[in-house]
């Protein structure tokens, strides 16, 4: 997908979001219940309204792994954990990256049921290293493995229900295993980097969430039991933080 083309799929529901920039910042909450008539906790269920919009959103996920995916897998030296799930997985693009950059890993990409379906029968196909698995990650077993990522999933959503999702995963995780979170990381006083701060703005007027700083992400890794967190700038619009569960 272009870049123009993703910026028309978007410039509706920004443009809607963003007509309740000025209230979304009064009231510091989500405005998409009164642009699109559904709650933000639906979120996912209104973007994928018709399969036609679910691929669009989908490519529009999968292009800018063309220009930061290999940043973002090799930011931390992952090649210890060669079994891999990638939580909100989607179209499967980070997936690729791990499996070029770790030729020992597979990859399980995790995602709701109608996700996994498209990404089958558009984006991968008949990959020996990666495998779906079908699922909502805040109601089902999570498959077990050694490294999650949750790339652009933690963004979303409040901190009770990031911890939430965390102390999951710590469970699922084997001992000695990780957790990788890929965002774009606010600076330490919210001063910038602007895409960030942009991207935070979008996050307010239409998610629960918000983009957050390393040390914001780090609280809510230790709140849910892994330690020995560190994070990495890697100078392109996508960061890392990696968290360890002890062996
Ligand atoms: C913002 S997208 C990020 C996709 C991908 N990780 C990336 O960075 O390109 C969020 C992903 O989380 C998935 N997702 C949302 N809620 C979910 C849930 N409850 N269980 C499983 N996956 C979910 C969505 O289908 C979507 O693929």
């Not at 930061?68 to 997936?95: E, H, N, Q, R, Y």
């Not at 020996?128 to 079908?134: G, L, T, V």
């Not at 998610?207 to 914001?216: A, I, K, P, S």
Request: proline share 2%.
């Amino acid at each position: 997908m272009s870049l123009y083309q993703s910026i028309q799929y978007h410039s509706k529901t920004i443009y809607l979001c963003w007509h309740h920039l000025t209230d979304a910042v009064r009231e510091g909450r989500t405005q998409y219940e009164k642009a699109f008539g559904v709650s933000s906790g639906d979120l996912f269920d209104a973007i994928y309204r018709s399969d036609e919009e679910m691929v669009t959103f989908m490519q529009l996920m999968h292009s800018i792994w063309n220009i930061c995916g290999k940043d973002v897998v090799t930011a931390f030296d992952l090649s210890p954990f060669k079994v891999i799930c990638d939580l909100g997985g989607c179209s499967g693009a980070l997936a690729k990256h791990c499996t070029s950059a770790y030729p020992e890993c597979t990859v399980t990409i995790f995602d709701l049921p109608k996700v996994v379906h498209m990404s089958k029968e558009h984006f991968i196909k008949d990959d020996q290293r990666i495998s779906f698995h079908e699922g909502d990650f805040f109601k089902d077993s999570l498959p077990e493995a050694e490294l999650y990522i949750l790339a652009r999933i933690l963004h979303d959503w409040t901190d009770e229900r990031c911890v939430e999702l965390l102390q999951r995963i710590y469970k699922a995780c084997k001992p000695g295993g990780a957790v990788l979170v890929v965002e774009a990381l606010l600076s330490e006083d919210g001063s910038g980097p602007l895409t960030a701060q942009l991207y935070s703005l979008n996050m307010l007027v239409q998610t629960e969430g918000r983009e957050r700083t390393d040390v914001q992400y780090a609280a809510l890794l230790t709140a849910a039991g892994f330690t020995n967190i560190r994070h990495c700038l890697t100078g392109k619009i996508y960061d890392a933080v990696l968290g360890h569960k002890k062996a």
